[in-house]
């Protein structure tokens, strides 16, 4: 018989979460996830369809059994609508990404190539820096990264995962679907 | 309800006698002002003066915990609302309803650090099922009504409304509402319970054990659950919060199982091959070390919170839903079963657990004894009550003694702090008990330490001429941490020996309540009669027991279940 609880490295899920748009509730969250000792990896939170709700992505790594533990205790907060472990499978991931290259001007036209490559773009440019910004799943974005690096990365900013279910699936209670 | 013109602090009035509250336990401070202005006159619900939010806090969870209703207290901004922050995480952790309710400084003002300001609801996020500040008064009764909905459906918990001064002071059109709809709170579950699995894996079971939580209380079920273990004919065990949940004076019933729990108890529950939890959480008190609780048992798991399922024990059977509401099914499941296939033969698990119960009984030893043990105060007090009385206890030592020797028939007959462990708990759930259920006797079992943690609030027991009787198991320790002391840490008995201060006899005389001390069998039956027949106010009983008396069997923080500590066994 199982009786115990390990807290192991586990795999990286995507909980998402429809809840009240109200002031607080990213607090109760976040507050739930420290108290307990679960990890954030990523959390992003915005509007959606209907003003009065907000969705939030939130990435963890973690057990399974973990994941599931962590769903319930969040559906117990009041604010929170719905909540689901998002299957790997039918997941449309995407995570925005924006990156300043101190470079001379001489790369330039490589790092335009080399964007080119994983569909990002030059958004800004000035004599010795150019920003990048890039979309995709959490692997492209790190595979640019990484490309990106011997030419001088300065800074970078993610905006962490969002995601959505493939398919006619959603993530509301009944009366509002 | 028609609708009327009124401040926001007569709002709260209209509500909480809309919600048929009694009483609401609380002291006043500036910003709740005029919410107690509102209730000025007010007869119902009774206003009650404590001298201590936290005992305001608490006295509400005594009077929850005695009536199943919901319990309210007031405090005002700042160190008003933070004093009630021990209370409500009590309620917290014992899913006690409770409403909380706040009065905060002017909307202008927070965030200013203004005289007197806390952010009580951030910092009782996360020891409230729910809390709520209000900004715009027009909010103030849905969220009232909100409060109490969530104080009381589903698992119960504690709750809290944070009211600004102008809010309360603003007028506005009241009504209040008649229903309530939160998006995202609902109480009943969507997972559809496995009722032919649990039936099969009861009926196939030859060693089960029923165990019995808070949650029995909690739902009003000890009936279905009688039923139940009637059919079952399994033996019950309890946690400290399932006392009353099954007749104690029962042969069926084991008792309290767990670190203090009987041995016989602990060993039925260790050697089982299936555990039937109702209304339970398999705390880290009652299972000892988890990774070797039970090896050999099933589980059956059935809780209305499903984050409980599976959170330290993987349930093999779940059953999420309210036990009051489910367990008959249950019951007719297994029933079905048992005429399909036969009744399980428990002769032999009986048998092996009438020896443990004759090998290892939970006894003491009074004669012989120069002075008096706390184990016999507590099993005199309950021959000479018939056990008919509610008890109510501090933390400590006495609390487990109680625990062991008050043998429970009744729900709602032992009020005590068990998930927190919260040491000044007995006077104020005294408190509670006797207002929600006045005819009955309330007898509060108590530790010099945890007696003195909140004792100024004899003023209010005087006051309200409520006939609780305090029996202080006074060892001039603070017992329990010593004995961990003893027993663990090479009796260096660091800040826990308490200095015979203050004299509790003379104590009582100044409060204006009855004192009286013990110090032999003989002192002890004779104060038991002057308690009981004092019905004009409270009577605290200093009764010195043995000092270095410990709690036995235990099992130690981390060791199995069946890894105890003295009591006898092998």
Redesign the interface.
């Known amino acids: 018989m199982e009786r115990t609880e390990e807290k192991p490295n586990g795999s990286t899920h995507t909980i998402s979460l429809l809840v009240e748009n109200k002031p607080g509730v990213l607090h109760r969250i976040s507050g739930l996830f420290s108290r307990r000792g679960y990890n954030i990896a990523s959390l992003t939170v915005g509007p959606t369809e209907r003003s009065e709700y907000s969705r939030m992505t939130i990435v963890v790594r973690l057990g399974s059994k973990t994941v599931e533990q962590v769903v319930r205790q969040v559906q117990k907060l009041v604010p929170v609508v719905e909540v689901r472990e998002l299957s790997a499978a039918d997941l449309i991931e995407r995570e925005l990404m924006l990156v300043k290259i101190h470079t001379p001007e001489r790369n330039h036209a490589e790092l335009r190539a080399l964007a080119e490559t994983y569909e990002a773009t030059i958004v800004d440019v000035s004599p010795d820096a150019l920003v990048v910004e890039a979309s995709g799943n959490a692997g492209k974005l790190d595979a640019l990264e990484d490309r990106l690096r011997p030419f001088g990365i300065q800074e970078i900013c993610r905006s962490g995962r969002i995601a959505l279910e493939r398919g006619f699936k959603t993530l509301a209670p009944p009366n509002l679907k | 309800m028609a609708k009327e013109k009124i401040t926001g602090a007569m709002a709260v009035r209209r509500a909480l006698e809309a919600e048929g509250v009694e009483y609401v336990f609380g002291m006043p401070g500036g910003t709740i002002l005029p919410i107690y202005d509102a209730m000025w006159g007010c007869e119902r619900p009774k206003q009650v003066l404590i001298r201590h939010e936290q005992v305001g806090g608490h006295a509400a969870e005594g009077f929850a915990h005695a009536t199943g209703k919901v319990g309210v207290c007031f405090g005002t901004s700042g160190p008003g609302a933070t004093n009630l922050v021990t209370a409500i995480a009590d309620a917290y952790m014992d899913s006690v309803p409770l409403v909380a309710i706040t009065g905060n400084v002017a909307t202008s003002l927070i965030g200013s650090d203004a005289f007197q300001e806390a952010d009580i609801?951030?910092i009782t996020?996360?020891i409230t099922?729910?809390n709520w500040?209000v900004t715009d008064v027009h909010d103030l009764p849905r969220i009232l009504k909100e409060a109490f909905y969530?104080a009381r459906t589903g698992r119960p918990g504690p709750v809290l409304v944070d009211i600004p001064k102008d809010i309360q002071n603003t007028e506005f059109e009241f009504e209040y509402p008649e229903s309530v709809d939160?998006?995202?709170?609902?109480p009943p579950v969507r997972e559809e319970p496995r009722l032919k699995d649990a039936a099969v894996l009861i009926r196939g079971a030859t060693r089960p054990i029923i165990y019995l939580g808070g949650g029995v209380r909690i739902s009003d079920a000890h009936k279905e659950v009688s039923t139940f273990a009637e059919l079952v004919g399994a033996p019950v065990v309890t946690t400290v919060h399932g006392k009353g949940a099954f007749p104690e004076t029962s042969p069926q019933c084991l008792g309290m199982f767990g670190m203090h729990g009987s041995r016989y108890a602990n060993y039925a529950v260790q050697y089982s091959d299936l555990i039937i939890a109702l209304g339970a959480r398999f705390d880290d008190r009652v299972t000892g070390k988890?990774?070797?609780?039970?090896?050999?048992?099933?589980?059956v798991h059935l809780d209305i919170?499903?984050?409980e399922?599976?959170?330290?024990?993987?349930a093999?059977v779940p059953l999420v839903g309210d036990l009051r509401r489910l367990l008959p099914q249950l019951t007719e499941e297994v029933r079905r079963a048992e005429a399909a296939h036969g009744k399980p033969d428990l002769a032999a698990w009986w048998r092996r657990i009438d020896e443990w119960r004759k090998k290892y009984p939970l006894t003491y030893q009074q004669e012989g004894q120069k002075y008096l043990l706390p184990q016999y105060v507590v099993d005199t007090l309950w021959k000479k009550t018939n056990g008919k009385a509610i008890v109510t206890t501090g933390v400590g030592e006495h609390q487990m003694f109680a625990a062991q020797w008050w043998r429970t028939s009744e729900p709602r007959q032992f009020i005590t702090s068990g998930g927190l462990g919260t040491m000044g708990f007995c006077l104020p759930s005294a408190i509670g008990a006797q207002l929600g259920r006045p005819g009955e006797l309330v007898i509060g079992i108590d530790g010099d330490g945890s007696f003195q943690m909140t004792l100024q609030d004899l003023a209010t027991a005087v006051d309200l001429e409520l006939p609780i009787k305090i029996f202080v198991l006074n060892n001039l320790f603070l017992g329990m941490v010593r004995q961990w002391q003893e027993l663990f840490y090479e009796r260096r008995f660091a800040q826990t020996p308490l200095t015979d201060r203050p004299d509790l006899v003379k104590l009582a005389d100044a409060y204006g309540c009855l004192g009286l001390r013990a110090r032999t069998p003989e002192e002890l039956d004779q104060v038991i009669d002057q308690a009981l027949a004092n019905s004009k106010g409270p009577t605290i009983v200093d009764v010195r027991v043995r000092r270095q008396e410990k709690v036995f069997p235990m099992v130690p923080a981390g060791a199995p279940l069946n890894d105890m500590i003295d009591g006898g066994g092998d």
Request: glycine fraction near 6%; proline fraction near 12%; charge should be positive.
């Open positions: 609801t951030g996020m996360p099922k729910h500040l969530v939160i998006p995202g709170y609902h988890l990774s070797t609780f039970a090896p050999e048992a099933k589980i919170d499903p984050a399922i599976s959170k330290l024990v993987t093999t």
